[in-house]
């Protein structure tokens, strides 16, 4: 059974960074991912990390960076020059299957409780 735990939100400026951690244990698979759900929203990808590749949403390039430490078994994301629609609850995410950022946050089998970003103007 894989449990993940996120960390590291908070509230910040725009423009200023956060990096969240979720943290891994049990059997993990080869897909991870970073979501996110602001109030009355779907819940949408914002970057995944699978075997050698990285996909991000175009809201999001050139300001997220997703990483993972596979030592500690711990998947990152570097969010930088945030802004006010950035505003959610991020949650990671791991898979036994290939996903992209497209495919349905339904198909993903493991979740975390979430962390909040709140980011003010």
Same mark, same amino acid.
């Given at each position: 059974? *894989?449990?993940? *735990?996120?960390? $590291? /939100? %908070?509230?910040?400026q725009a423009g200023g960074t956060l990096r969240l951690s979720c943290a891994a244990s $049990?059997?993990?698979?080869? =897909?991870? /991912?970073?979501?996110?759900?602001?109030? /009355?929203?779907?819940?949408? $990808? *914002?970057?995944?990390?699978?075997? $050698?590749?990285?996909?991000?949403?175009?809201? *999001?390039? %050139?300001?997220? =960076?997703?990483?993972?430490?596979?030592?500690? +078994?711990?998947?990152?994301?570097?969010? +930088?020059?945030?802004?006010?629609?950035?505003?959610?609850?991020?949650?990671?995410?791991?898979?036994?299957?290939?996903? @992209?950022?497209?495919?349905? =946050?339904?198909?993903?089998?493991?979740?975390?409780? /979430? =962390?909040?970003? @709140?980011?003010?103007s």
């Amino acid at each position: 059974q *894989v449990q993940l *735990v996120e960390s $590291g /939100g %908070g509230s910040v400026q725009a423009g200023g960074t956060l990096r969240l951690s979720c943290a891994a244990s $049990g059997y993990t698979f080869s =897909t991870w /991912g970073w979501f996110r759900q602001a109030p /009355g929203k779907e819940r949408e $990808g *914002v970057a995944i990390y699978g075997d $050698g590749w990285t996909q991000y949403a175009d809201s *999001v390039k %050139g300001r997220f =960076t997703i990483s993972r430490d596979g030592a500690k +078994n711990i998947l990152l994301l570097q969010m +930088n020059n945030l802004k006010p629609e950035d505003t959610a609850m991020y949650y990671c995410a791991n898979s036994h299957l290939y996903r @992209t950022i497209n495919d349905p =946050t339904s198909s993903w089998r493991y979740w975390g409780q /979430g =962390t909040q970003v @709140t980011v003010s103007s």
